[in-house]
């Protein structure tokens, strides 16, 4: 298994390519079961997750072409059989996202229950009650959502979600486009992901409004055609950067090809604890040159600080001077990199879903171990600030949702290589 071995200490400068948004394009590949047209996606991150996703609709039927310039055909004809099987589904939640464009088209759809990320229960009773909400009746069956459209198919219904959740949100957007006449969902996630599959769903031929607010209205059609669309820019994967840049003194980072709109919380958090934050000419400039200070955050769903930058601010605010408070509001387990920072020397004590980070502590390498997606990278971020070698273990995690993250962050310094054992 490979491993990724850091030499920490030199400050990151140069400029970073932003890749497409992995959150995003998961999503919108999901999308594309909902036509017999092609739907090309520009800005495609390659990406384990990007690459399950793929093989689930491949086996769905679906043409699944990679071309030149980050781009992906696919071409969901027809659909063999609307079956998702464990083994697909179980490496990746998102995969459980094919479930309503399966029952919107077909009428039925069988899809395993998703894994993921360990971090926390993560159920899916509000994308069910969503489905049910436009008529689907949904069965469980031996780890398998079993799901039926009414002989004329789903029909548009008002889903008021009771907790703001970003894969129902887009799950039910996915299913109400070919459903027959108004879908309103209220209480709606709003992150910019909402809104680049609303865009693209509308470049398909949906009709769907106010995506990016708490209210969706979405009219029906009978059927979306194909489409050339270009994934948003990964605000996590800027974030990431953002904050790697600003790890060390002397940093200097311009991410190129970034949205600065997307992430306002953290260019506020980053601010106060004592980096400077410009928009460039084609994206974001991070640069570090006095002291850290610590800064208090509660993650929440956007526009609030996101859960998914979590774990590398708090690998930022281990060596920031002062204690700050890290309060995860959205999952409950999502402290797992605690113990990891630990081991470079981070002094942090968690209380329930409260985490009290005192800096500044000087880290020092040792090898540790990714325990999920943002966790592992948050390990990066430290093993940047650290003086000696860390070696991050178990990084299929990193490669799930992180484009050449070695090469990235080598060509602005940094001392990182990939290992094979
Ligand atoms: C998505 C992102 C993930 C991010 C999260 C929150 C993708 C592929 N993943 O995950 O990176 O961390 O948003 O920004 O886009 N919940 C329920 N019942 C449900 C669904 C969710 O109780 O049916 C709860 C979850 O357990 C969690 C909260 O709602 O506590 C928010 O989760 P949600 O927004 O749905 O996250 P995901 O869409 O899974």
Known sequence: ??????????????????????????????????????????????????????????????????????????????????????DLVRKMRASFNVLGPLLAREGRAKVSLPGGCAIGARPVNLHLEALEALGAQIELEEGYVIAKAPSGGLTGGRVTFPMVSVGATEHAMLAAVLAKGETVLENCAREPEIADLAGCLNAMGAQVEGAGDAVIRIQGVDRLHGADWTVTPDRIETGTYAIAAAAVAGGDVTLAGAEAGHNGALWRALEK???????????????????????????????????????????????????????????????????????????????????????????????VMATDLRASVSLVIAGLAAEGDTIVNRIYHLDRGFERLEEKLSACGAEIIRESE
């Open 273 to 367: 604890a004592g980096a400077k934050v410009e928009t460039a000419g084609d994206g974001v400039r991070v640069s570090r040159s006095g002291a850290l200070k610590a800064v208090d955050i509660d993650t929440a769903p956007y526009p609030g600080f996101p859960t998914d930058l979590q774990a590398q601010f708090m690998a930022l605010m281990a060596v920031a001077e002062g204690a700050s408070i890290i309060r995860e509001t959205i999952f409950e387990n999502r402290f797992m990199h605690v113990p990891e920072l630990s081991r470079l020397g981070a002094k942090i004590q968690v209380h329930g879903n409260e985490a009290v980070v005192r800096g500044p502590a000087t880290l020092k390498g040792a090898p």
């Open 1 to 86: 298994m490979d491993r990724i071995r850091i030499r920490g200490g030199r400050p990151l400068t140069g400029r970073i390519e932003i890749s497409g948004a992995k959150n995003s394009a998961l999503k919108l590949m999901a999308a594309s079961l909902l036509t017999e047209g092609a739907l090309v996606l520009s800005r495609m991150p390659r990406l384990a997750d990007t690459r399950f996703l793929g093989q689930l609709l491949a086996h769905l039927g679906a043409g699944v072409e990679e071309q030149d310039g980050a781009k992906l055909s696919i071409h969901a004809a027809a659909i063999t059989d609307p079956f998702a099987p464990y």
